[in-house]
């Protein structure tokens, strides 16, 4: 035989009824319908934590780019010194050379190469020159591809900036100058 399925909800001597069972809990409160009526929790306070980690970041990496900034330009002023643009003509013995003209007590440098109107330097002294400043290949790239309808053209590196025309009648005109002129 099988025993009778166990009434729902329990009831009974060993089961109390369920108001009696919680009797202990708290009604939520009601409004006028009869429909419990539950707190509104007060709005969270927003945190400002990621302002204030946003501006210290800001901060701290605009800090660090003036430092890299000065450091850098004290660097490149120390590659590029006064002596560097002298130093490279002499090297190449175009101290004399018709087109190579040290100017600005030796921190700016123009290479006039010949054209079909006008005497000038040869390639050889130019390219020995842009060498001896470390100037890089792509340099000597962009000096061969110019063409007369490009106008001036600009380019630097470590320290030094280059600007320079090309027409068949007055050949390449290469103005460098070191970065702190």
Same mark, same amino acid.
């Given at each position: 035989?099988? $025993?009778?399925? !166990? ?6 001597? &060993? ?7 919680? $009797?202990? %809990? +708290?009604?939520? !409160? ?16 927003? #945190? ?21 900034? %000065? *450091? ?6 120390? *590659?590029?010194? !006064? ?18 003209? *040290?100017? &600005? ?12 109107? /006008? ?6 002294? %130019? ?10 290949? #792509?340099?000597?790239?962009?000096? &061969? ?7 001036? +053209? ?25 970065? /702190?002129?």
């Amino acid at each position: 035989m099988t $025993s009778p399925p !166990p009434e729902f909800p329990p009831t009974g001597p &060993d089961k109390p009824d369920f108001p009696e069972q919680y $009797s202990n %809990v +708290q009604q939520a !409160p009601t409004d006028t319908w009869g429909q419990p009526v539950f707190p509104v929790p007060a709005p969270l306070r927003k #945190s400002r934590k990621h302002l204030y980690f946003g501006f210290g970041g800001l901060a701290i990496g605009m800090a660090a780019g003036l430092l890299l900034g %000065v *450091v850098g330009g004290a660097v490149g002023g120390a *590659v590029a010194g !006064p002596s560097a643009i002298p130093t490279a003509v002499e090297k190449c013995a175009a101290v004399d050379a018709t087109g190579v003209d *040290v100017m &600005d007590a030796g921190k700016s440098l123009n290479l006039s190469t010949a054209g079909t109107e /006008n005497d000038g330097a040869n390639m050889l002294t %130019v390219v020995c020159v842009l060498t001896a400043l470390e100037a890089p290949d #792509s340099l000597s790239t962009k000096l &061969d591809s110019t063409r007369a309808l490009d106008g001036t +053209q600009r380019s630097e590196w470590a320290g030094f900036t280059a600007s320079w025309t090309y027409h068949p009648d007055n050949g390449l005109n290469i103005i460098l100058e070191t970065a /702190n002129q």
